[in-house]
C-alpha cells in the first residue's frame, strides 16, 4: 500500500466504526461479518466484537441460530444469550441465484474487513473464494469446519464429513488421553473443541487482518475443529514419536506429588500443585512435614517415588491434614508460602468470589432477546487503554436487519418491504 492509500484506509476504518456500534476497544473500526451456528464460528466472531469490532450476524429468516434448539430457561436461551452478546442480527436468504440476496451479501463483504463462516452448505448457496476475493480484495476470510478444506490439503471426502465438538475431541487424539484407563473416555466440557476451535479461529483471523492492512492484500484461513485440539497435545506427540509408547490415561494423576485434588474439612475440595523441589519443600513445611523424613527425591520426584511406601505414606499424611482444615484455610496458608492452591469453586461460589467481583469477570446486562437483565461472565482478555465491554446482549433473530439495510446500504422503507416479501430477509 501507499501512504495516501494507508492515510485513506485509516479514515475509512475510523469512520465505519461508529456506524452501527459504540465505538470502543482495540479492535474499533473493525467490521466483521459472521455467518453460521452455535459456536465455532460465531464466538469466534463474538470474542472480535468484546474487543471494539462490529460484527453483524447473519441467521436465516424464519430460522435463526441452531443453538437455540436448547430452548429457554425462565423465558431466556442460556446459550444464545451467552454466546450472541454485541452481535447485530441480520436475517437474509443468502441462495446467491436471488439477485437481491447476492447484492445484500455481497455488498456486506465489501463493507467488511473480516468474514467468518461455519455454514456447512456454503457451496449450495454458489458462495466461493473467489467470489468473495473479487468482490473485497482485502477482506480476511476464516472459514471453520471440522475436517478442513480441501484446498489446504487433506482427503476431500474426509474435509466434506459432518462434525459437532464430540466429534473433535474423538477424531484428533485430545479424548484418547482424557480420564482412568480402562474407563470409558469422557467428553471434555463446556464443548471445549468448539471453544478451542473459536479461539484459533479468532487468532488466525487477527493475523491475517494486520497483514491486510500492512499490504492491503487480505487472505483465506482455514480452521478445522480437530486440528485445534491436535495442536494442544504436542508434548504427548513428541513423547509417542520418541518412546514408541502411547501415554496412559491417568485421570487425576501428575508426574510429581503433590499435585492432585484433595478433600477438606468443610466437605469441599482444594488443588494443590507443587513442580519441583523447592515448591515441593514449602508445600510440606506448610503442612508441617519434615522433608528430611519425607525427601523430594524419594516421594515426589516422579511416579515411581509417588507409588513407593514412602510416597505413599506422605500422600496419606497430606490427606489427612486436608480433612483437618477448610478450604479457605488451606488457600491462606498455602498462598502465603507461594505454593499454588485453589478451592474448587462451583459457579455459585464465583459470583459470591471477590477477586473474581473485582476483576469485572462476574457482570449484569439486557438480553434483547428476552427482555430480561441477566449476569454471566465478562470480558476477557482485559486493555488497559483500550478496554473491551458488552454494550448489548444478544439479539432477536433479525433484529438489525432494517438498521444495516437503512445505514449501510441506504435503502428506503419501500425497498426493505419488498425484500420482507419476497422473502429475501
Known amino acids: 500500500m501507499t501512504e495516501k492509500d494507508k492515510i485513506k484506509d485509516k479514515k475509512e476504518v475510523k469512520q465505519r466504526g461508529s456506524v452501527l456500534t459504540p465505538g ?110 473479487e468482490a473485497n480484495p482485502k477482506i480476511v476470510i476464516v472459514h ?66 494486520i497483514r491486510a492492512r500492512r499490504t492491503g492484500k487480505g487472505d483465506v484461513v482455514d480452521v478445522a475443529q480437530f486440528e485445534a485440539d491436535a495442536a494442544l497435545l504436542g508434548h504427548f506427540m513428541v513423547s509417542y514419536t520418541v518412546s514408541g509408547e502411547l501415554p496412559k490415561r491417568t485421570g487425576n494423576a501428575f508426574t510429581n506429588a503433590p499435585y492432585d485434588l484433595y478433600e477438606t474439612g468443610d466437605g469441599r ?66 498462598g502465603k508460602k507461594r505454593v499454588p492452591a485453589s478451592a474448587v469453586n462451583t459457579l455459585a461460589d464465583l459470583l459470591e468470589n471477590d477477586h473474581f467481583i473485582a476483576r469485572g469477570d462476574a457482570i449484569k446486562w439486557k438480553d434483547e432477546d428476552s427482555g430480561k437483565e441477566i449476569t454471566g461472565t465478562g470480558v476477557m482478555p482485559k486493555f488497559l487503554d483500550n478496554p473491551g465491554k458488552v454494550w448489548r446482549g444478544a439479539p432477536k433473530t433479525g433484529q438489525d436487519t432494517e438498521l444495516v439495510l437503512k445505514k449501510v446500504f441506504g435503502y428506503d422503507a419501500a425497498k426493505i418491504k419488498q425484500l420482507r416479501d419476497d422473502g429475501v430477509i
Open 24 to 133: 470502543f476497544g482495540p479492535l474499533r473500526g473493525v467490521r466483521v461479518l459472521s455467518c453460521g451456528n452455535v459456536i465455532g464460528g460465531p464466538y469466534a466472531a463474538q470474542l472480535l466484537g468484546e474487543m471494539g469490532a462490529e460484527v453483524i450476524h447473519i441467521e436465516r429468516p424464519g430460522v435463526g441460530d441452531m443453538i437455540k434448539a436448547e430452548g429457554r430457561t425462565n423465558g431466556v436461551y442460556p446459550a444464545w444469550a451467552a454466546l450472541a452478546r454485541n452481535r447485530l442480527s441480520v436475517t437474509l436468504n443468502m441462495d446467491m441465484k436471488n439477485e437481491d440476496s447476492r447484492e445484500i451479501f455481497l455488498g456486506l463483504i465489501k463493507k467488511c474487513d473480516i468474514w467468518v463462516e461455519n455454514l456447512v452448505w456454503i457451496e449450495k448457496m454458489g458462495i466461493t473464494d473467489e467470489m468473495i476475493r
Open 144 to 209: 471453520v469446519s471440522g475436517f478442513g478444506r480441501p484446498q489446504f490439503g487433506g482427503i476431500p471426502e474426509v474435509c466434506d464429513r459432518p462434525s459437532f465438538d464430540v466429534i473433535g475431541q474423538a477424531y484428533s487424539g485430545f479424548m484418547s488421553v482424557q480420564g482412568e484407563e480402562g474407563e470409558m473416555y469422557p467428553i471434555t466440557k463446556p464443548t471445549l473443541n468448539d471453544y478451542h476451535t473459536a479461539l484459533f479461529a479468532a487468532l488466525g483471523a487477527l493475523a491475517a487482518y
Open 269 to 334: 475440595y482444594v488443588a494443590m500443585g507443587t513442580l519441583g523441589k523447592p515448591l515441593y519443600n514449602r508445600a510440606l513445611e506448610v503442612m508441617g512435614f519434615d522433608t528430611e523424613e519425607y525427601p523430594f527425591e524419594e516421594c515426589g520426584v516422579d511416579p515411581a517415588a509417588m507409588n513407593s511406601e514412602l510416597g505413599k505414606k506422605l500422600d496419606m499424611r497430606i490427606r489427612g491434614w486436608m480433612r483437618g482444615h477448610t478450604a479457605a484455610e488451606i488457600e491462606e496458608r498455602f
